[in-house]
């Protein structure tokens, strides 16, 4: 989403970006830029909390119209309704790590199996 904001900006279009990945989201270095400190995937707030997810959009929509300078990072005032999240968030649970190692084998394999049948279909062609 970064890259296309910055097409976007150098072909005439303003944008605002809305998100949780901060040091990527900076990295790429988007003209403006409303930091959300919530679990990706949730960029505007937590589900069913509208006014959380209004804020984060009048918050956006403020940031474009008054950024003054390029590269702008504003920091939403919001926070995800379980303040204890960061300390779960992407963790595996030890007793479920061989079963997720074996379904992301299986998905590897399939995924193999099918570039292999389409290499030997363009190949026939």
């Known amino acids: 989403m970064s890259l296309v904001a910055r097409h976007l900006e150098a072909n005439g279009l303003p944008t605002v970006v809305i998100g949780s990945g901060r040091d990527i989201v900076e990295y790429c270095g988007v003209p403006r830029f409303v930091f959300t400190d919530i679990p990706l995937g949730n960029p505007v ?53 061989e079963r997720l190692l074996q379904l992301g084998r299986e998905r590897r394999q399939r995924a193999d199996e099918r570039k292999a049948r389409a290499a030997s279909t363009s190949t026939e062609a």
């Not at 309704?81 to 479920?96: C, I, S």
């Open 45 to 97: 707030g937590p589900p069913w909390r509208r006014d959380i997810q209004r804020a984060v959009v009048e918050l956006a929509l403020d940031t474009l119209a008054t950024a003054e300078r390029p590269r702008m990072t504003v920091v939403a005032p919001v926070s995800w309704d379980d303040p204890a999240w960061r300390g779960r968030y992407g963790r595996v649970d030890p007793a479920e790590r």
